[in-house]
């Protein structure tokens, strides 16, 4: 199991069996995206249902809300997928050359194709206290919210070198489709946080690349989101440690090519690997454990390239982080929908 992702033959299985009950028990299949795009709606909650947050009704949120995937901003943009709503401080005004100040804001960053309402933020300050920020009465999907740091009263800081972690949930007037999003969510545990690029470093490949436009953006994105979903999921990991034959790794520096008989290692009808090529054979747990290693992921789109999609392990012989590094490219027209 020498690459991160092996092959594209995984998306291929999975897009090709998204009704059967290994994609329903996963989460985010793709019926349940287009299940919970529905049209939102108002609520006559008011902020006075919340005595101790601030609610922030949709008109103002909305005012201060934009596209999240531009064209201009794409590659500035990262996620995780344990966190595809990422609420974080940020500045307005970063590299002042003019002699303006710089002003601290607060950035909601919506990851995901659904509109999300009544929306809780919240914070632990340094002695693990539950700090409510307030409630947005909505984030639209794929949406960048850019909130002033006075518009919430309790995120001032006592300790000016305590920088606290901003999470995002449901509460009880949210809607269905907005609680199971955050159901789903908490059940994720593998962390994979996706860079979006406009370069290619796969090898023979530097310049079969094409720049990421919001259109390409949203649906690797979804594709990401999708895939973490099943890896992370009980049924895949199952499905790994009791599949009725051995999984195998050529051990050669290239892909198997199976017009070539000997160039290949594969089980027989019996499921089995021959005696003599049983150094090939892969550790079923170590198969689940690597693909829900924590990483950090290059997603490139591919153009002009020969092939759909192309994976690598990138990750330092040397690196002691506890990560693993990876590039991904798929092309256009295997991200559409």
């Known amino acids: 199991m020498r690459k991160l992702f092996t092959s594209l033959l995984l998306f291929s299985a999975l897009e090709a069996n998204e009704k059967n009950g290994f994609f329903i028990e996963t989460g985010f299949e793709t019926g349940l995206l287009e299940g919970t795009q529905t049209q939102e709606k ?12 601030d609610y922030l009704p949709t008109d103002t949120i909305l005012k201060r809300a934009a596209n999240l995937f531009t064209n201009t901003d ?26 303006a100040k710089s002003k601290v804001t607060m950035v909601v960053e919506n990851f995901l194709p659904y509109n999300l309402n009544n929306v809780r933020l919240f914070f632990k300050d340094n002695k693990g ?60 545990k ?9 370069e290619n470093k796969f090898k023979d490949h530097e310049n079969h690349w094409e720049a990421f436009t919001p259109q390409t953006a949203e649906e690797f994105t979804n594709l990401m989101l999708n895939m973490i979903a099943v890896l992370d999921s009980q049924s895949w990991g199952d499905a790994i440690l009791n599949a009725p034959f051995e999984f195998t790794n050529k051990g050669g ?3 198997c090519d199976t017009s070539k008989e000997n160039d290949c290692v594969n089980p027989g009808t019996n499921g089995l690997v021959n005696s003599q090529n049983k150094s090939y054979v ?16 290059d997603v490139i ?31 256009a027209s295997a991200l559409e929908s």
Not at 190 to 198: G, K, P
């Open 42 to 53: 108002r609520h006559t909650t008011t902020k006075n249902t919340y005595a101790t947050y």
């Open 74 to 99: 794409i590659t500035k943009l990262k996620f995780s997928t344990k966190n595809p709503v990422s609420v974080h401080m940020g500045l307005t005004n970063p590299n002042p050359s003019n002699g």
């Open 129 to 188: 206290k539950v700090i409510d920020l307030g409630v947005l009465e909505t984030i639209p999907k794929h949406s960048k919210i850019v909130l002033p740091e006075n518009i919430f009263d309790k995120i001032k800081l006592d300790d000016p070198y305590f920088f606290p972690t901003f999470e995002a949930t449901s509460t009880s007037i949210s809607d269905t489709n907005t609680q199971r999003v955050f159901e789903t969510l908490n059940k994720i």
């Open 190 to 198: 593998t962390d994979l946080v996706v860079n979006y690029r406009n």
């Open 253 to 255: 520096g290239g892909e």
């Open 282 to 297: 892969l550790n079923k747990q170590d198969i689940v454990n690597k693909f829900r290693n924590k990483a950090d992921l």
């Open 301 to 331: 789109v591919l153009k002009d390239s020969g092939v759909v999609g192309l994976g690598s392990d990138i990750t330092p012989s040397n690196n002691d982080d506890g990560k693993h590094y990876g590039q991904l490219g798929v092309v």
